[in-house]
């Protein structure tokens, strides 16, 4: 285990001072790693965003210790104590789920703990950006994680327009509620690019969806999404030029719709005939 817990350590020896970066599951609780729960069976305090949250895992496994609020609204003080601490103790750092600091609180509090020469691991684990880029099969030999979209149309518009040149697949964290009007703003500002939507990873309902951002506006207003959701955009068709290329967005379309589906969407999305992409939809169907 990084530094250290040595294999000839006894299992349930103190861990020595410093910051434990430990990440959580996402949804299903078997994602826990067995480093994570070696490390908090045997630290001693958890710095986390929710007590009731950490509470209800640490009890899951078994587990009883000191629970530090760590949250979006830590300030300075918040911090020095912590740091302070860790100078004699071994303190975890969780969110409520996943990996600390990814669009979630910790990145002020491990430069505080650095700053101060103390040590810090990690203890990697589930991360719902990574989950959802390796679900969705889109390209992953490069990727850009852009957290979530702003909220305000203009604000957003301005985000995806700063973003629509980079060749790679780009990975949002995204709400249920926010799902219609995000697609909206990339169908305006990416049209041709596959999209897919990764939701509820892990749980009872996980599903993967893959098409146009039409297509999926269309989908997902007919069906209201419900739980959490990791939103992704492929990279530009042509590789850095938007010229299009019906045959690439025909078969992205067909990933998820009939042939005369994905017709109407990629017309919707170029302006091209409706009845020949159908003809070509039908070809590539047969492959
Ligand atoms: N740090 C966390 C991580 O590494 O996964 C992410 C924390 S961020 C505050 C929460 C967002 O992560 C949610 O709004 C959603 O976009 C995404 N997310 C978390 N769990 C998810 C899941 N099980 N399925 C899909 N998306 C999830």
Redesign the pocket.
Known sequence: MGRRVSETEPPDAPLSPGLYIV?TP??NLGDITLRAVETLRRCDGVACEDTRVTGKLLKHLGISKPLWRYDDHAGPRDRERLVESIRSRAMVLV??????????PGYRLVNAVRQEGLPVTVIPG????V??LTLSGLPNDRFLFAG?LPVKDKSRADVLASLSGIDATIV????APRLVKSLTAIAAAMPYREVAV??????LH?ECRRGLPAGLIAWYEAHPPK?????LVGPPVDHGHEEIDPDALLRAALAEAKPSQAAAQVAKATGMDRRDLYARAMELQKG
């Open positions: 990440a996402i949804g969110s409520d789920a996943g990996t600390p600091l990814v669009s979630d589930a991360c719902a950006a989950a959802g979530f949002f964290y995204e709400t990764a939701r509820e990873l892990t749980k996980e739980g959490e959701i990791v939103l």
